[in-house]
Nanobody, 121 residues
Framework: QVQFVESGGGLVQPGGSLRLSCAAS????????MAWYRQAPGKERETVARISSFGQILNYADSVKGRFTIARDNYKRMVYLQMNSLKPEDTAVYFC??????????????WGQGTQVTVSS
C-alpha cells in the first residue's frame, strides 16, 4: 500500500525557514519522479517543486524559485523541501506525491495527511 507521511511543518515568522520531510513507502521510489504540492485555504492544490528519480533534474513553481529547494534520499526513502525566506503567502498544507514522469506534474497516488505551514508574525 502506497503511503506518504509528511512532517516538519509549523508556525514561522516571515523570512524564516522550515525543512519539510516526506517518508514514502509502497512503491519503487528510485524509479519515480517526486513532487511537493501545497493547498491554501479556499484554493486549489498547486505544485511547488519536482525532482527526477535520482535528483538530477529539479523544477520549481515561479512563486518559490530561488527560495525553496527539493531534495531526495532514495536509500532512506525520503523526499525533502527546504523552504527559506518564507512569506505569508506560503501558508498552506504541504503534500508530497509521485508523478508520472518527466513530462508530468500530476500526482499518481492518494494523498497523505500533509503538514501545515503557517507563516505569520
Amino acid at each position: 500500500q502506497v503511503q506518504f507521511v509528511e512532517s516538519g511543518g509549523g508556525l514561522v515568522q516571515p523570512g524564516g525557514s522550515l525543512r519539510l520531510s516526506c517518508a514514502a513507502s509502497g512503491f519503487t521510489l528510485s524509479q519515480s519522479y517526486m513532487a511537493w504540492y501545497r493547498q491554501a485555504p479556499g484554493k486549489e492544490r498547486e505544485t511547488v517543486a519536482r525532482i527526477s528519480s535520482f535528483g538530477q533534474i529539479l523544477n520549481y513553481a515561479d512563486s518559490v524559485k530561488g527560495r525553496f529547494t527539493i531534495a531526495r534520499d532514495n536509500y532512506k526513502r525520503m523526499v525533502y523541501l527546504q523552504m527559506n525566506s518564507l512569506k505569508p503567502e506560503d501558508t498552506a498544507v504541504y503534500f508530497c506525491n509521485a508523478v508520472a514522469g518527466r513530462n508530468s506534474w500530476s500526482p499518481i497516488y492518494s494523498w497523505g495527511q500533509g503538514t501545515q505551514v503557517t507563516v505569520s508574525s
